[in-house]
Structures are given as structure tokens and as C-alpha cells.
């Protein structure tokens, strides 16, 4: 079955506290990409990554970093959260551009208090 | 810059209800795709529909259906007949032709509560 896979699915954490949020996909997609969603404000990019090893910024990059060693792994790291990176994040992959859809994981719901 | 605006926030109706979600959307780019999710109450995205800006046609899929009109930089969407299970959050996106990092562009969203 083709998924994208988050994990995990819901953390709580402190101020300052290193994490990471892992994303796999089992598509052999070369985009992929972290979103966060926010009341009122839709999805908005973070960081995207066209293949191994190619990444950059979204929309909103601050606090946030990102790597791609192998196709379908696409780990988000917060090495500092702070409160105001309390959202609901969401791993996205894409075969190509143009008019293919995303896939989307499950998403994590993040706390940092 | 790309831009979507879903101005319902919030729409409640009664069960066998139509409901129409409004999405207006801007771009620069003469090539461009528009995507509806649903979002239930589980959380994840379910993607619905895609519309190439080169096509026009409107789209029917059981109880849902899509207007797409270029003029007004519209991409609605109707549910026809209303059920409890389409209560959600609805998502309009965007993606111009070439966007870096395929990003979408998301409306905020709007939540469909159907009442039994």
C-alpha cells in the first residue's frame, strides 16, 4: 500500500529540548516536503527536498532543519522548539511536478510548552 | 505570489443539505493546478480533486461536484445531499506550473459540520 508514515503521531516536549520527527515514504517519490498547519492559516511549506541530498527553505524555515540521505526518508529536527512551534505537522511526497497530487502522513501533533 | 482565500470559515447545515465551499485563488503563472483535501476529524489529508488552469470543464464525483471558472479565479465546491460523514475541514490549494518543491499553496481552510 502506498503511504507516507510520521512518526511520532502526537509529543509533548519542552522548551529546548532536541527532536526529531521522522517521514517515510515507500513511493520511490523524489519530492518531499514538511508542512505546518496552523488555525485559520491553511498549510504553510517549511522545507522541501527535490531528491537525495537537495533541500530547501519553504515559507517558514526558521527554527527548523531537514536532511535527505536516502530517497524515502525525510526527517524534520527541531534542535530548539520553542512554544511558538506548537502546530500540527504534516510529511508530504510527490512523484514529479506538475499536476500530481501530494501524499500526505498522518500528521504529528506537537506541543512545546 | 500565489495566494488562496477560503472566506467561509465555518458552515453548518442539516443533514440532505447542499453546502458550497468558495475558493478564490491568485497567480501570476498561466499554468497552474488546483487541489481540494478533506481533512476529517481523524486528522489526516484526504486528497479529493485535481484541476489543470487548462481545463475548464466542471466535475462531478457522486454527491461531490467542482466549478472551475478562470474569470473569476474560482474553484468551488458543492456537496450535494449533505451527510454526517462530510463533516470535515475542506482544503483549496494551489500549485503553480513550475513551484519550487511542487509547494502548495492552502487556503485556511473551511469546517463543514453537518447536524443529523
Known amino acids: 500500500e502506498a503511504q507516507v508514515t510520521q512518526n511520532p503521531r502526537y509529543l509533548i516536549t519542552v522548551t529546548g529540548k532536541k527532536l526529531t520527527v521522522t517521514c517515510s515514504q515507500n513511493m520511490n517519490h523524489e519530492y518531499m516536503s514538511w508542512y505546518r498547519q496552523d488555525p485559520g492559516l491553511g498549510l504553510r511549506q517549511i522545507y522541501y527536498?527535490?531528491?537525495?541530498?537537495?533541500?530547501d527553505k519553504g515559507d517558514v524555515p526558521e527554527g527548523y532543519k531537514v536532511s535527505r540521505k536516502e530517497k524515502r526518508n525525510f526527517p524534520l529536527i527541531l534542535e530548539s522548539p520553542s512554544p511558538n512551534q506548537t502546530s500540527l505537522y504534516f510529511c508530504a511526497s510527490t512523484q514529479g511536478q506538475g499536476n500530481t497530487e501530494a501524499f500526505f502522513g498522518q500528521g504529528t501533533r506537537l506541543t512545546v510548552v | 505570489a500565489q495566494k488562496v482565500t477560503q472566506a467561509q470559515t465555518e458552515i453548518s447545515v442539516v443533514e440532505k443539505e447542499d453546502v458550497t465551499l468558495d475558493c478564490v485563488y491568485e497567480t501570476r503563472d498561466t499554468t497552474y493546478y488546483l487541489f481540494w483535501y478533506k481533512q476529517p476529524p481523524s486528522g489526516e489529508l484526504v486528497f479529493l480533486i485535481r484541476?489543470?488552469?487548462?481545463?475548464?470543464q466542471n466535475e462531478i464525483s457522486g454527491r461531490y461536484s467542482w466549478n472551475f471558472q478562470k474569470s473569476t479565479s474560482s474553484f468551488n465546491f458543492t456537496i450535494t445531499a449533505s451527510q454526517v460523514v462530510d463533516s470535515a475541514v475542506y482544503f483549496c490549494a494551489l500549485k503553480d506550473g513550475w513551484a519550487a518543491g511542487n509547494k502548495l499553496t492552502f487556503g485556511g481552510g473551511t469546517r463543514v459540520l453537518v447536524k443529523p
Open positions: 527536498s527535490m531528491n537525495v541530498e537537495v533541500t
Open positions: 484541476r489543470n488552469s487548462f481545463d475548464e
